[in-house]
């Protein structure tokens, strides 16, 4: 990780950055299913070399104590790994390891990649300014392949092409800028924290608003949201749909036909686009209100516009790929015997009604591990978010299958649930007396395997997942980064 400059737009000069192997995004690393890998992640960023040090906020949890505002660590999203090389938030380090958190173990982190062909990604995970770090630039794909995926036939080589979408805000010189809270310094609300970041600037791989040379043939376009805070539908201009073949963690069981892609922040959608019959340039646009989904409408001029692609007259060579019928099997875990936990969201706000935090069931951080998932055991948990806001819930160690969505009351629950001082529980109760409706299942383009998963206002979504891995403790948050960093982040432990 190095400090360095960068040119994101020919009209704006070189941005200063903080970066992978000195690149942003970093380098993409494409490995095997089963290739074991070892990482020395190494933090070579200045001591002094903060970039948003008006928006270091030194009231939120992990920054008040000394710690170094340039403390970084690495997660690798979506990983099946060991809690030692699971880049977890307190395990954060200085430039030369001069530095480091309460549970920092090791320099080099193993990644096993004992899982099935899908997008990760890294991007840093410290302790109370992930949003600040990942906004100055610590994010990378991870590719992990295997011979079920080969096999195929999907496009691939330069017509297989990897687009992760960020959002920033430039200041004339070039560098990045990020907003303050309007009453920050007051008595309830003393640090400069804000509750979304949504820059005016759309970035793909590095670059604002970039156009991509194609053919006209089928390409397979592997997308990751990779924003703080901001929520994208994309589509393209001219209307042609895209061909969804995966999700966060691999494969669907078959292809599905969308005109729309909505990705919240961390999720991934892996699709064809066949640019044949095309000609001139399409536009990928957004339109996804901020914040999702009860915001403002993307502004037409900007945040509306992703990327264009350009179509030529001719190919280099035949399309000989294929999209097979069927994809990769997803068997679906079973109910019967699982063990339900309710896991319940809360937004406390001043006497402006401006945010000051958000909680999962009703506690911070540093609070008593009280979930403790036995290896080998199914899980069904309830997501129920009563809050304003649609919240991406990401897990790490373990995948997930999405059960179903449904709308319930949440100022009844709130009554009832009696969480009202931050960080002092009581545990969620159960949504049921407050249920609205049926239950909708996911649709066919959520029925792959999931890492992250989108929970909508008034919405109580139930996920499964079985929890294998290495016992010890792992994170569960959500990935709204500003809201990760101000306490939206809690651990689970696994247990033998």
Request: proline content about 9%; aromatic content about 8%.
């Amino acid at each position: 990780m190095r400090a360095v400059r960068q040119r994101l737009h020919r009209d704006l000069p070189p941005t200063p950055l903080w970066a992978y192997a000195g690149q942003f995004p970093g380098p993409t690393l494409d490995v095997r299913t089963g290739q074991r890998i070892f990482v020395r992640w190494v933090n070579e960023i200045p001591d002094g070399d903060f970039l948003i040090p008006q928006a270091f906020d030194a009231h939120l949890h992990g920054t008040h104590h000394g710690e170094p505002p340039t403390k970084t660590v690495v997660h690798l999203h979506g990983a099946v790994v060991a809690p030692d090389s699971d880049g977890r938030p307190d395990a954060w380090f200085s430039n030369g390891f001069a530095q480091r958190g309460a549970e920092w173990t090791r320099e080099i982190y193993e990644y096993p990649n004992q899982q099935d062909a899908c997008l990760l990604w890294y991007h840093d995970h410290a302790i109370g300014q992930t949003r600040l770090n990942v906004h100055a630039g610590l994010a990378g794909a991870y590719l992990i392949r295997d011979d079920h995926e080969d096999a195929l036939g999907l496009p691939g080589g330069d017509h297989e092409v990897l687009l992760m979408i960020q959002d920033r805000s430039f200041a004339p010189d070039g560098s990045l800028t990020y907003p303050m809270a309007e009453s920050a310094g007051s008595a309830d609300r003393p640090g400069p924290w804000v509750p979304e970041f949504f820059g005016d600037t759309i970035l793909v791989n590095g670059k604002a608003w970039p156009h991509l040379e194609v053919e006209p043939r089928k390409y397979r376009l592997r997308i990751l949201n990779g924003s703080n805070a901001r929520f994208y539908q994309l589509r393209l201009a001219d209307g042609r749909s895209f061909l969804q073949i995966g999700t966060d963690q691999g494969l669907l069981p078959a292809p599905v036909e969308v005109r729309r892609l909505l990705l919240a922040p961390a999720e991934r959608a892996d699709v064809i686009v066949d640019f044949r019959g095309a000609r001139g340039s399409i536009r990928l646009l957004n339109d996804a209100p901020t914040p999702y989904p009860n915001g403002e409408t993307p502004d037409r001029r900007t945040t509306a516009n992703v990327m264009e692609f350009r179509v030529g007259r001719r190919l280099a060579r035949p399309d000989t790929a294929r999209i097979p019928d069927k994809l990769r099997a997803v068997n679906p875990l079973l109910e019967r015997e699982a063990k339900v936990r309710y896991m319940a969201f809360s937004e406390y706000k001043n006497a402006k009604g401006e945010p000051t935090a958000v909680l999962l069931n009703g506690r911070k951080w540093d609070a008593p591990v009280t979930i403790q998932c036995k290896v080998g055991d199914t899980e069904v948990w309830h997501l129920i978010n009563p809050t304003e806001d649609a919240h991406p819930i990401h897990l790490h160690l373990v995948r997930f299958q999405v059960l179903d969505r449904q709308k319930f009351d949440g100022d009844d629950y709130l009554k009832a649930w009696n969480a009202e001082i931050p960080g002092e529980g009581p545990d969620p109760i159960s949504a049921e007396p407050y249920l609205r409706g049926s239950r909708i299942p996911p649709p066919p383009q959520e029925r792959g395997w999931k890492d992250t998963v989108r929970v909508d206002p008034g919405e109580v979504v139930r996920i499964i997942a079985r929890f294998d891995g290495v016992p010890g403790k792992y994170p569960w948050h959500c990935h709204v980064l500003e809201h990760e960093d101000n306490e939206m982040m809690l651990q689970f432990e696994l247990v033998p």
